[in-house]
C-alpha cells in the first residue's frame, strides 16, 4: 500500500517560488509503473490537475509556464515548484499516485499553502 | 486542452431515487468519476467510464464514452450527499456536481 506525504511551507508571499516535496512510501518510486502527480485545490473549490511525471513531463496548459515537476529516486521523491504566486495560488496541494490516462490510485493527505503578504 | 462540462451544477433529491450526473468531454476521453465529501480528498468511484473501484457499491454505475458520460447513483441513501467530480485521462478534472439528499 503506497504512502505518499506532502511537505514544504505552509505560507508564502506574493511573487515568491513555492517548493513543494512528496515522499513516497510503501513502494519505489523508480520501479513502479504509476505516473507520479500534483493536484491542487482551492478550499470551497474543485481539484485542478497541475502536472504528472513518469519519464516524460506533462503540464496543465494553464500553469505550465510558472511549474517545474521533478523526481529524486535516490530520495524516493519527487518536487514541485510554482513560480511567481499570487493568492489565486491559495489551495491544498496534493501529490498523487495516477495510472496512466486513467484515474488517481492514491493521494497524499494534502498540505494547505497560503499566500499572502 | 480538453474541458470537462459536467451537469446539473446541483442536484436535489430525496432517499431512495435514482441521481443521474453528466460530464461532458470537449474531446474523446477516458473517464473516472470521484466523490468529495468535506474535509477529505476525492474518494474514486468509476474509472475507464464503468468499471467500479474497490469497495464501491453496486448501485453506483457509469457508462458513456468518446466525449458523453454519466454516473447513475440508484437508490440514493443520506450518506451519498457530496460533490462528485469527473476526470479525464487522469489530468483535468470537471467543475463538480453538488449532490444534496432532502
Known amino acids: 500500500q503506497l504512502q505518499l506525504q506532502e511537505s514544504g511551507p505552509g505560507l508564502a508571499k506574493p511573487s515568491e517560488t513555492l517548493s513543494l516535496t512528496c515522499t513516497v512510501s510503501g513502494g519505489s518510486i523508480s520501479g513502479s509503473t504509476y505516473y507520479w502527480g500534483w493536484i491542487r485545490q482551492p478550499p470551497g473549490k474543485g481539484p485542478e490537475w497541475i502536472a504528472s511525471?513518469?519519464?516524460?513531463?506533462y503540464y496543465n496548459p494553464s500553469l505550465m509556464s510558472r511549474v517545474f515537476m521533478s523526481i529524486d529516486t535516490s530520495k524516493n521523491q519527487f518536487s514541485l515548484k510554482l513560480t511567481s504566486v499570487t493568492a489565486a495560488d491559495t489551495a491544498f496541494y496534493y501529490c498523487a499516485a495516477i495510472v496512466g490516462a486513467s484515474r488517481v490510485d492514491y493521494w497524499g493527505r494534502g498540505l494547505l499553502l497560503t499566500v499572502s503578504s | 486542452e480538453v474541458v470537462l462540462t459536467q451537469s446539473p451544477g446541483t442536484l436535489s433529491l430525496s432517499p431512495g431515487e435514482r441521481a443521474t450526473l453528466s460530464c461532458r468531454a470537449s474531446q474523446n476521453v477516458n473517464l473516472a468519476w470521484y466523490q468529495q465529501k468535506p474535509g477529505q480528498t476525492p474518494r474514486l468511484l468509476i474509472y475507464?467510464?464503468?468499471t467500479r473501484a474497490t469497495g464501491i457499491p453496486a448501485r453506483f454505475s457509469g457508462s458513456g464514452s468518446g466525449t458523453d458520460f454519466t454516473l447513475t447513483i440508484s437508490r440514493l441513501e443520506p450518506e451519498d450527499s457530496a460533490v462528485y467530480y469527473c476526470?479525464?485521462?487522469?489530468?483535468?478534472f470537471g467543475q463538480g456536481t453538488r449532490l444534496e439528499i432532502k
Open positions: 475507464g467510464a464503468s
Open positions: 476526470q479525464e485521462n487522469g489530468s483535468m
Open positions: 511525471m513518469r519519464g516524460s513531463t
